[in-house]
């Protein structure tokens, strides 16, 4: 699926794995109502299972910036499915090098191991939605606050973004030493 952003106009969601499981309070708003749209075509897509379209590796879509995966979270993809992805877009490189190409997780981590195959177009993101661990578990089942900060700052990689989308109550100070210690492109 194609998917057109407000917040990236120049971006478009490209979707060979799809699928999430955890299951964030906000998510049945945006992305699994998306998601729905999908009844007649998968109906693991309409169920938001974590689930690989190997048939859409072929076709990257035309756009300057692309979300891969943009409806998942990519941790709960296979990382050898993931792996094929990612020579997916070093071959679409050959022709398209100018492209910039966004990897999202909730859990960092996942990234670890695949980090010397991301091509330099490649950029890592990671939400945090606060600084705050309280509470958490009644919003998501992904790594908490505090975990997921900690594992996106360990990742040993030099471009990196963070949304921090639904903005939830926060310790300014606590938070904004997180971000800055991120160093990310931009937030
Ligand atoms: S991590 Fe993202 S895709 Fe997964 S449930 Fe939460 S908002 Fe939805």
Redesign the pocket.
Known sequence: MKTKTNMYPEAKTWSPFKG?????T??EA???RQAKRQQQLCQECYA?EPHCHEERLAKIPSAQIIFVCG???ISFCPRSFTRKIIERIKTHNVRCPHKTHYFQS?KPAYFTPILAEFPDNVILLT?LETNRDKGYRKI?K?PRPSVRYQQFKALDYPRKVVTIEPVMDFDLHEFGGWIRSLRPEYV
């Open positions: 999430c499981g955890f299951d964030c906000y998510c945006s992305f699994k938001y409806n998942a979270d909730k939400t998501s992904a």
